[in-house]
């Protein structure tokens, strides 16, 4: 079982940047691929990005070059940083966990968390 908290969402201007961050409870953290999902109101869910346990990563095409994410596996952390911040990046962000499969192929993740509300004004 792996309990996800996010923190770090907030109002930025555009061009901007935010550091999103997700606490992972769990002792098999390490061992999970990681993902970020946003979801925009009146759209679906869509993925952001994902890293795996062996530190192999994915972006949506929409955020390639703008938005890195990374992991401490020591803290049981993994963050999103986004720069570049576009009013089109408005959305709730959510930490997920799963396997590639799951996030990468499926967009199915194992575990949610209870998102973070992101804001870019123009």
């Known amino acids: 079982q792996v309990q996800l908290v996010e923190s770090g969402g907030g109002l930025v201007q555009a061009g901007g940047s935010l550091r999103l961050s997700c606490a992972a409870s769990?002792?098999?953290?390490?061992?999970?691929?990681m993902g970020w999902f946003r979801q925009a109101p009146g759209k679906e869910r869509e993925f952001v990005a994902a890293l795996s346990w062996s530190g192999g990563s994915t972006y949506a095409d929409s955020v390639k070059g703008r938005f890195t994410i990374s992991r401490d596996n020591a803290k049981n952390m993994v963050y999103l940083q986004m720069n570049s911040l576009k009013p089109e990046d408005t959305a709730a962000y959510y930490c997920?966990?799963?396997?590639?499969?799951?996030?990468?192929?499926?967009?199915?993740?194992?575990?949610w968390g209870q998102g973070t509300q992101v804001t870019v004004s123009s």
């Open positions: 997920a966990a799963g396997t590639f499969r799951t996030i990468v192929t499926m967009r199915q993740p194992d575990y």
């Open positions: 769990g002792r098999t953290f390490s061992s999970y691929t």
